[in-house]
């Protein structure tokens, strides 16, 4: 562990890429524990299902971020600042609005975005300690799911737990719409059911599914044009009214959003009404980014909320932020009256480590691809069941 305290830090276009010091423990020893916060600011703000900052000194440069004077929807939660970049949308760091004293620990950085600690030389995974560690589970009541604590299992702590049971039967509106929106709703839209057109989009299958480091491409291609997005009500329920959704942990994600996990909802551009070809143009309040060339992924210009990642290879199908969903009311975060999610495979899980340095030295990030399985809470499918649906 670097005496010091001090790691880099990135988003991913590198506009924001500097050093930052981080908090010691009050002991002086031992790994900083980090907060794995489901809370609707964090969900709505970020786009994904939870978030997770670890305390710092006050930063060097605020330079190039947006900061978004983020008004808490929750008493219990204190009123902060969020400051993302404004050209890749990545959150970088977030400040409590009830001190200005850097030395209480206002200030904290998402944690997906530190890359190595400094001044370490060759580091032994096995014996030399972490510098960060996940802690607990935070703010999940308002998910009434759970969101996604169920999948992450901490050290010495139980599975959070829920007091409402989700019907995932038969749905009382098929013909509804389901509301997306970020947290200041400057971005807001509906997703309806899919339909006969829904089956219309031809596309190979995604790495959640189908590992792209260790399938053959005419495996990846999918030659038999499975729709593989459109998934059934329930497993007593044979109609396509749901949408295949998922986790992402490559190093593209991570640096857009600023943290660990992605959550993507795969959904065809006919059940989004928006013109993709120019949306940066009809739709103002969202901001692009092409991550690589024909990759864009799109956020909240106001509060750096993820919405969008679509690409040219794949015109007809686009990911959606799923922590944008307001499902929480009626069914839970995790939407899965909308939803059915693949717990069979962490996307890109390979990639956690990704340009991360001493990767595990630092952060127990393999925590997330190990325990995201269906044995922690019912599922409708496991990938088996899966494979079989698509006839």
């Not at 809370?39 to 971020?65: F, K, M, N, W």
């Not at 839970?332 to 693949?342: F, K, N, P, V, Y």
């Amino acid at each position: 562990m670097s005496q010091s305290g001090e790691v880099s830090i990135s988003c991913l276009c590198g506009a924001v890429k500097q050093t930052v010091v981080l908090r010691s423990t009050e002991s002086g020893s031992g790994p900083l524990g980090v907060d794995l916060c489901h809370c609707y600011d964090c969900r709505h703000t970020s786009g994904l299902l939870c978030v997770s900052y670890a305390p710092i000194q006050e930063p060097l440069s605020l330079g190039s971020l947006v900061t978004y004077p983020d008004k808490s929807t929750q008493p219990s939660i204190t009123a902060s600042r969020r400051y993302f970049c404004g050209t890749c949308g990545c959150h970088v760091f977030r400040r409590s609005a009830d001190s200005d004293d850097p030395t209480r620990g206002s200030w904290e950085v998402a944690t997906g975005i530190i890359i190595e600690p400094i001044g370490t030389d060759k580091v032994d995974d096995e014996k030399d300690e972490p510098l960060l560690r996940y802690s607990r589970h935070v703010n999940i009541d308002s998910t009434k799911d759970g969101g996604l604590s169920p999948f992450i299992k901490l050290a010495e702590e139980t599975f959070p737990s829920t007091n409402s049971q989700i019907d995932h039967g038969e749905d009382k509106d098929s013909n509804a719409t389901l509301e997306a929106h970020c947290h200041c709703k400057t971005v807001r839209f509906f997703i309806t059911r899919p339909d006969a057109s829904s089956r219309l989009p031809r596309s190979g299958f995604p790495d959640l599914t189908v590992p792209f480091a260790t399938s053959p491409q005419d495996v990846i291609t999918n030659p038999h044009d499975e729709k593989w997005w459109l998934r059934p009500q329930s497993q007593d329920n044979p109609n396509l009214t749901r949408y295949l959704a998922g986790t992402c942990a490559c190093r593209s994600c991570r640096l857009a959003s600023g943290f660990e996990i992605q959550t993507w909802a795969f959904v065809p551009r006919n059940a989004v009404p928006l013109d993709f070809p120019t949306l940066q143009q009809t739709y103002s309040p969202l901001r692009g980014y092409e991550s690589s060339p024909g990759v864009f992924r799109e956020f909240c210009a106001r509060c750096g909320a993820s919405v969008f990642w679509h690409d040219v290879f794949r015109p007809d199908l686009v990911d959606v932020s799923v922590g944008l969903l307001a499902a929480e009311k009626e069914d839970g975060a995790r939407a899965e009256r909308w939803l059915d999610w693949w717990c069979g495979r962490v996307s890109f899980q390979e990639e956690a480590a990704n340009g991360r340095g001493h990767i595990y030295h630092l952060h127990p990030y393999r925590l997330m691809c190990v325990s995201l399985r269906c044995r922690v809470f019912k599922i409708d499918s496991t990938p088996g069941e899966l494979q079989s649906s698509r006839a």
